[in-house]
């Protein structure tokens, strides 16, 4: 990632519309900011939550709420809880999120 040309700002979450994203099962709810080619989100999972897709998009992600799972498509699965992170790179490893009681993240990608 480079970041380069963002002035210092501030963003109150609160204030940024909610967008709803259907999963396979639940809801995904977004609230997206975009500073140059950067995306930061603050995303939402309902409890029972699966992903419609695998996303081969590379993200660093962090785990404020609630507990995570996410599914590499070779089979292994690594769970996510308040305070744990993970990254990886556009296009190295696809990967889908499941989440039993929900899940707040934020997500810069």
Not at 1 to 7: E, G, K, T, V
Not at 41 to 45: A, F
Not at 65 to 71: D, N, W
């Given at each position: 990632?480079?970041?380069?040309?963002?002035?210092f700002?501030v963003t109150?979450w609160?204030?940024?519309?909610?967008?709803?994203?259907?999963?396979?099962?639940?809801t995904a709810?977004?609230?997206?900011?975009h500073?140059?080619?950067?995306?930061v989100?603050?995303?939402?999972?309902t409890?029972?939550?699966?992903?419609?897709h695998?996303?081969a998009?590379?993200?660093v992600l962090?785990?404020i709420?609630?507990?995570?799972?996410?599914?590499l498509?070779?089979?292994r699965?690594?769970?996510?809880?308040p305070?744990?992170?993970?990254?990886?790179?556009?296009?190295?490893?696809?990967?889908?999120?499941?989440?039993?009681?929900?899940?707040?993240?934020?997500?810069?990608?």
């Open positions: 990632m480079n970041i380069h040309d963002i002035p700002g109150d609160s204030t940024i519309p909610q967008t709803e994203h259907a999963g396979e099962t639940g709810y977004w609230r997206t900011c500073f140059g080619p950067i995306r989100r603050m995303v939402e999972y409890a029972n939550y699966l992903a419609d695998w996303c998009k590379g993200h962090l785990c709420e609630g507990e995570l799972q996410t599914e498509q070779d089979g699965v690594y769970t996510l809880r305070g744990m992170s993970y990254q990886v790179s556009d296009y190295e490893e696809p990967h889908r999120s499941k989440t039993v009681i929900g899940a707040k993240l934020f997500i810069v990608d």
